[in-house]
T-cell receptor
Framework: AQSVTQPDIHITVSEGASLELRCNYS??????LFWYVQSPGQGLQLLLK??????LVQGIKGFEAEFKRSQSSFNLRKPSVHWSDAAEYFC?????????????FGSGTQLTVLP | DTGVSQNPRHKITKRGQNVTFRCDPI?????LYWYRQTLGQGPEFLTY????????KSRLLSDRFSAERPKGSFSTLEIQRTEQGDSAMYLC????????????FGPGTRLTVL
């Protein structure tokens, strides 16, 4: 069964500092990987996705993520954090094999941005 | 593209009552998903439709839960005889069938069972 681990429950960074959120997955085949962001009381917004090809993917709001098969990781990065980036971030893996389409999510990383 | 919409946004009910939530997907999307999210956790898959056919159901979906998508457009999720453990955010997502199928989420329905 697939699983996703986000080791950091809570991260605090200063505005303007760089950010890296970690994501490790367990899946038997080629994974499809996603990062979503959730503001309080809201649904999930897609930041970026990886299906195949270039292992460095660009997303919205200046985020990028790198797929490293050897490390089973898909870490999210941003070079300079803005106060509006404060939210909860979820990494997800999808099987996309046969009829299976459900995403498996990590437990999330809460990001606090200090002024 | 108006996005995925869900109604109501909030629902407070007493234990034992039935509740129904509605999800309207992005208009051209043929796949629709329901997830449940409890506090401090990521969403957990409940069920998935392709057009009007319900193709996957999680073990989380007890027999008190039923979902429909009668004409392959909007979907409803009903919970019968609600329990306090049903309190959660219920998220709907939709996607378009294809090799890079990507799920887009609605704002969710927050259920509180007293």
């Amino acid at each position: 069964a697939q699983s996703v681990t986000q080791p950091d429950i809570h991260i605090t960074v200063s505005e303007g500092a760089s950010l890296e959120l970690r994501c490790n997955y367990s899946y038997g085949a080629t994974p499809y990987l996603f990062w979503y962001v959730q503001s309080p009381g809201q649904g999930l917004q897609l930041l970026l996705k990886y299906f195949s090809g270039d292992t460095l993917v660009q997303g919205i709001k200046g985020f990028e993520a790198e797929f490293k098969r050897s490390q089973s990781s898909f870490n999210l990065r941003k070079p300079s954090v803005h106060w509006s980036d404060a939210a909860e971030y979820f990494c997800a893996v999808g099987p996309y094999s046969g009829s299976a389409r459900q995403l498996t999510f990590g437990s999330g990383t809460q990001l606090t941005v200090l002024p | 593209d108006t996005g995925v919409s869900q109604n109501p946004r909030h629902k407070i009910t007493k234990r034992g009552q039935n509740v129904t939530f509605r999800c309207d997907p992005i208009s051209e999307h043929n796949r629709l998903y329901w997830y449940r999210q409890t506090l401090g956790q990521g969403p957990e898959f409940l069920t998935y439709f392709q057009n009007e056919a319900q193709l996957e159901k999680s073990r989380l979906l007890s027999d008190r839960f039923s979902a429909e998508r009668p004409k392959g457009s909007f979907s409803t999720l009903e919970i019968q005889r609600t329990e306090q453990g049903d309190s959660a955010m219920y998220l709907c997502a939709s996607s378009l069938d294809g090799p890079t199928d990507t799920q887009y989420f609605g704002p969710g329905t927050r259920l509180t069972v007293l």
